[in-house]
Every structure is written in structure tokens, then in C-alpha cells.
């Protein structure tokens, strides 16, 4: 997904594989997609973005998408016609995210105590 003008810009790609791997480091995460060359010279165009956002999904199909904020490492053409584009970055957690805005909001609103976490459960 590409920022353009404050406006998300969405693309999908079809994958002929693709990993995902926690370093577990500063570093965060290795996102690889491998797929059809056709798509070089917009992700050679993409390589110099600081902050490209990634929406996969890990491990199994039927999971909820992962958000990442990503940067390209590399850029490689396998045989002919594939290639793979490496990308590095840290998983956003909407999740966690969402929770705190909602607190926030129940707590902007006067809620406090028992009747907080009461609140809270319904919104929940």
C-alpha cells in the first residue's frame, strides 16, 4: 500500500510463494514475495520508499492479515521471467492499537472505576 497524497493507494500482486520470518531482532521482520517479473519497475519505483505498507497473510489462508511497515531490501530476478522482492520492517498491531483509542475514549468520556470497565466489556 503507497501513500499518495494522504491517500492510500492499494495494490495486490499475485505470489507464486512468499515467506515470512521473525528475526526476532532490531531488525524485525524478512518479508519475501516471490512472483512474476512483470511487476519489476514498480517495485524497482517502490525501492527507495522509507515506509511501504505490507498487509499479508501468515501461515494459513483463512487468517486475519498482518499489517507491516516495511522499507525493500532487494530486488532479484530468478530464471526467466520471476523475481523477489525482499522487504524488512516491524508488524503494526491494530489490535492493540484499537483497544487503546477505545479507552481513550471511554475515559474522554467521564468513565471511570466499575463503570469504566463495564463500558469497556460492552464495547468489547
Given amino acids: 500500500m503507497e501513500n499518495k497524497d494522504e491517500l492510500i493507494d492499494r495494490k495486490t500482486f499475485n505470489l507464486y510463494d512468499g515467506l515470512i520470518i521473525n528475526r526476532e531482532d532490531e531488525f524485525g521482520w524478512l518479508i ?31 487468517n486475519d492479515p498482518a499489517f507491516f511497515i516495511t522499507k525493500i531490501v532487494s ?3 530468478i530464471g526467466e521471467n520471476k523475481m523477489n522482492v525482499l522487504f524488512q520492517g516491524k508488524v503494526v498491531d491494530h489490535k492493540k492499537s484499537r483497544i487503546e483509542e477505545m479507552l481513550q475514549m ?4 467521564g468513565y471511570q472505576g466499575e463503570s469504566l470497565l463495564k463500558k469497556f466489556k460492552e464495547l468489547i
Fill in 75 to 77: 530486488i532479484n530476478t
Fill in 32 to 62: 519475501e514475495a516471490y512472483m512474476d517479473d512483470t511487476y519489476y519497475d514498480y517495485f524497482t519505483s517502490m525501492a527507495d520508499n522509507d515506509e511501504i505498507m505490507v498487509k499479508v497473510k501468515i501461515s494459513r489462508e483463512d
Fill in 106 to 109: 471511554i475515559i474522554e468520556e
